[in-house]
């Protein structure tokens, strides 16, 4: 029988998250094994238990918050012995012992360097000044100094932020947060140039300025300056040159963002082998050139250079406590999972793979709105299958549903995904593989967590707890919940539908508690029904529909904005070349030749794209955003209204000619479809709704394939429900037959008013007439008896609900015409009011109009094989009669005249070079701004 080996001494140098993976993967995993009785010490240089270090942000706000990391009782185990407030000054690699700054010596038989990182500090006049972020202790430092700053100057601290990466980013949000005005200094053309491309990083640059946090990139510091020992400026190079020009921006505080560097200066004294840009050189296993030395975190030099993600930290720790259980090197790291998905300022960044496309002969399919911070590009292979990577700034919805799919095949084609740009029925519901990986911090596969599922996990919080997924950045808990869900329908389970992991109400249940109190924004809501300090991406834009559609007040107003989908943000539909559509409302299809007027004359001064939709409007096409208000001004004072054809809510009400001029008409169809438009108009729900009303059974309208549908019979009406066109088409159902216009109208109103109380978010009203015949054995039947027969007495409540729509309806345009802080929205650039982005579209003339040029196009311009049919756009904004002091620099309409055979489309990688854009007679002045 082999002897017992004896206990060993591991000992950790570093008490991050790193270190703190390890000791708990070796905890969890020594019981019952030969090293059972191992003891761990671990050597903290910081007065604090271990902690979550990448949310170190929440102190801004809160500087007692608690973020340790893990259950606490980690630290209590006999066998480990946590160490803090002291530093390891010296390793005697002959003797295995570390020498600490408490006099102590260590011996090891196993050491592990987890030291982490440090944050760069400038190595400029007076650096020692400037605060950095990178601790507990310096973020509470910071929120002392604002403090003093605000009550010695009686204002907000301007804050420098140097550094326009994730760490300056967060900095600058904590300084905003603390009261102070800062101003983010970066030497890249763009923030986070490491984790998005050029078109993501002008996007981001776009949403950080909308919040109110400066930008200056192409910046260079050179100094702090004081007096008096207090700081009052920094000097700004704009290049690296001995004959750059220098300025001094005004400054009371200075914040170091700038990057991070590996603590490896013990392993460089003890003699270690360190890479070339830092960090102890380890193998695939973490194991360093010295047998009893191992490495982990950002202070390991592996697969050939320094990780700063939690994902390849959290491998690297579990690799090397298996190996060290094992007494082998089987646990192996690979190329890590570099996905990034952010959330600062309201926000939303994330990336994977290959985000700038240089895999050869990827495609590019791609949405971009520079002016409004709005980027998505999808990365594939040249047949347009392979998933390779992507960018999503601004909406990030697909993120979750596309990152596990990395090096898979697409199940849609790749622009269904882009949801930013509008339209369809959203991201396809499609099961992902057992092995595709759903949290990557913790490297936890969908297949773990469905078997979590089967065996009894049936919440979020259970989930995570027993799988670990969701349990750190937290940006997968949206797919953790579907998984769940789907999990749970094929083991034939009801499915739990509380909406998110911040609220246990289901969509219907909180849309009842928000209904019947006078809450009008989402914290008050978060605060009174749920839980957290903030949302999600599902229940934040949940509860924006539900407050819209119970309270009918500017949705944009009141915080609202942030939670908004993109299209209801700018009160215009997207369109593919960043563009924005302009759809007036036209009740029932009918309208006056002065009205049709009107639209042409705004379509030729825009040189807007014109065409009559299939929802029997006239959609005018390529609007920038700094014209929507011209444009809607136009359009208000000729009498017309927002269409919404951007919002959750009614899109239209299709008509045939009906009675009043067709032999066939029994009924007058256009009347009805003119009442019910500007009845329901405005109206939000859980997703869009359309309308058809034919005049007699031929159906032109084609009425049965709308959410309500109206068929004229010689006694009333047929009202048929819960139809559905678009990808999942679905057949209206008969709720009544030969109804009385009047009776007709009264079901409608119940109808939709039942729908938006009781459907589950984004749902159209086939799915939920559907889940209605599920829960009830026939949606229909239950359908007849609430809302004909009153059987749950709540129809007068449904009726009076829709009274307070009719009643308070204001249209959207017409409200934001009348208001300067709303105008504010409709700037192509924050920091130039009167900017315009004119130069950042391409198009061709085809069958008489401007379409957007096409990839292929530009590049047989570029490669001089066309006959320079693509064109500039050219067109100015026309001066209006809107408040002429807000917008006293709009310049008279040009039309598109002369082709212009240079630049490219949004996002690619191909940009104009001044000189170019001169020759082509181009304005370059606002070129910088609007990062052409």
């Known amino acids: ?204 640059n776009a949403q950080i300025e909308a919040t109110g946090i400066g930008i200056r990139t192409g910046a260079f510091i050179n100094s702090i300056n004081l007096e008096q020992g207090e700081v009052v400026s920094v000097s700004v190079a704009n290049s690296t040159s001995d004959e750059a020009d220098i300025e001094n921006i005004p400054a009371d505080i200075v914040i170091f963002g700038a990057g991070i560097r590996p603590n490896d200066e013990l392993a460089r004294t003890c003699g270690l082998e360190t890479g070339e840009r830092g960090g102890i050189v380890v193998n695939d296993a973490c194991h360093s050139a010295d047998e009893h030395i191992w490495a982990i975190g950002e202070v390991a030099c592996v697969l050939g250079r320094t990780w700063g993600l939690v994902a390849p930290a959290n491998a690297m720790a579990d690799a090397v406590a298996s190996n060290l259980i094992n007494d082998n090197e089987e646990a192996q790291v690979e190329e890590f999972d570099i996905a990034t998905k952010l959330k600062f300022s309201g926000v939303q960044v994330g990336g994977f793979g290959d985000r700038r496309g240089t895999t050869p002969g990827c495609l590019e399919v791609l949405f971009a709105d520079p002016a409004r911070g709005m980027y998505q590009k999808i990365v594939v292979s040249s047949d347009a299958k392979t998933l390779l990577g992507g960018v999503f700034v601004g909406d990030t919805a697909p993120f979750d549903a596309l990152k596990p799919l990395l090096g898979r095949e697409l199940p849609a084609e790749p622009q269904v995904y882009l949801t930013a740009a509008g339209g369809g029925d959203g991201i396809p519901d499609t099961e992902l593989p057992d092995d595709a990986i759903l949290c990557s911090c913790n490297n936890i596969s969908f297949g773990t967590v469905r078997q979590a599922v089967v065996d009894g996990n049936h919440d979020v919080p259970a989930l995570k707890a027993c799988t670990t997924a969701g349990t750190q950045c937290g940006s997968c808990v949206p797919m953790l919940q579907k998984t769940l869900e789907q999990q749970m329908k094929k083991m034939g389970m009801t499915v739990s539908k509380a909406l998110c992991e911040h609220f246990d109400f289901s969509r219907a249940e909180l849309a009842e508690a928000v209904r019947v109190t006078n809450l009008n924004d989402f914290f008050a ?65 009918e309208i006056t030749p002065q009205k049709l007027a009107v639209i042409a004359q705004v379509a030729e001064d825009f040189n807007l794209y014109t065409k009559i939709t299939g929802a029997q409007r006239i959609g005018m096409y390529g609007a920038r955003l700094e014209q929507l208000p011209y444009i809607w001004e136009r359009l208000v004072d000729a009498g017309f209204e927002s269409g919404q054809a951007y919002g959750k809510s009614l899109r239209n009400v299709k008509s045939c000619i009906g009675s009043a001029w067709c032999r066939y008409g029994v009924q007058d169809s256009v009347q009805m479809a003119i009442d019910l438009e500007l009845r329901y108009r405005g ?250």
């Open 1 to 204: 029988m082999s002897a017992t080996p004896t206990a060993r001494n591991i000992l950790v140098l570093g008490a991050g998250p790193a270190a703190w993976r390890f000791v708990r993967a070796y905890a969890d995993a020594a019981p019952g094994t030969i090293h059972e009785n191992d003891r761990i010490t671990v050597i903290n240089n910081e007065k604090h238990v271990p902690y979550d270090r990448v949310a170190i942000e929440k102190i801004f706000v809160d500087p007692t918050k608690d973020l340790t990391l893990g259950d606490p009782a980690l630290w209590d185990n006999p066998n480990i012995n946590l160490v803090s407030g002291v530093n390891a000054t010296a390793v005697n690699r002959k003797a295995r012992t570390v020498t600490a700054d408490n006099g102590e010596i260590y011996p090891y038989d196993e050491l592990v360097f987890a030291t982490g990182s440090r944050a760069v500090r400038i190595p400029i006049p007076n650096s020692q000044v400037a605060h950095v972020f990178r601790t507990i202790d310096d973020v509470q430092r910071m929120v002392s100094e604002v403090a003093r700053l605000k009550e010695q100057l009686g204002r907000a601290p301007r804050a420098i932020v140097v550094g326009g990466g994730l760490l300056g980013l967060e900095a600058a949000e904590g300084m905003k947060e603390l009261g102070a005005d800062p101003t983010i200094l970066d030497v890249a053309p763009w923030l986070l140039s490491v984790e998005v491309d050029q078109g993501g990083g002008y996007a981001v």
């Open 525 to 589: 809501v978060l605060a009174r029904f749920g839980r957290g300090e903030d949302g999600c991406a599902i229940c934040k834009p949940t509860v924006a529909s539900i407050l819209s559609s119970f309270r009918n007040s500017y949705p944009l107003d009141s915080g609202r904005g942030s939670l908004q989908e993109t299209n209801d943000r700018n009160l215009a539909n997207m369109q593919k070349d960043g563009s924005y559509s302009v759809i007036p409302r036209v009740p029932g299809g």
């Open 683 to 932: 109206l939000r729900s859980p997703h869009k709704f359309k309308f058809g009303v034919s005049g007699c059974n031929r159906e032109c309208a084609e009425a049965q394939g709308k959410d309500v549908g109206l068929i004229a019979t010689t006694n009333g009406w047929n009202v048929y429900v819960g139809g559905n066109g678009g990808s999942n088409p679905a057949h209206g159902r008969l709720l009544v037959k030969d109804a009385s216009a009047e009776d007709t109208i009264r079901y409608i109103d119940r109808y939709l008013m039942y729908y938006i109380r009781t459907a589950d978010k984004l749902q159209r009203t086939a799915r939920w007439v559907e889940d209605l015949d599920e829960q009830y054995g026939d949606g229909l039947a239950h359908l007849q008896e609430v809302l004909i027969e009153d059987s749950l007495g709540v129809c007068a409540d449904l009726e009076r609900d829709m009274q307070y729509h009719i009643a308070t309806y204001e249209d959207e345009w017409a409200a934001t015409l009348k208001d300067e802080r709303r105008l504010r929205r409709f700037r192509a650039f924050v920091n130039e009011p009167a900017g315009s982005d004119e130069a950042a579209r391409m198009y061709v003339l085809d069958r008489e109009q401007i379409r957007p040029a096409t990839e292929a196009e530009i590049s047989e311009v570029e490669a001089g094989r066309s006959d320079s049919k693509v064109l500039l756009t050219g067109v100015k904004i026309p001066v209006g009669s809107i408040d002429t002091a807000r917008h006293a620099a709009a310049p008279a309409a040009v039309p598109v005249t002369d082709p212009v055979s240079v630049g490219h489309a949004v996002g690619a990688e191909y940009a104009p070079s001044e000189e170019e854009l001169r020759e082509a007679g181009v304005d370059v002045s606002a070129r910088a701004t609007a990062g052409v």
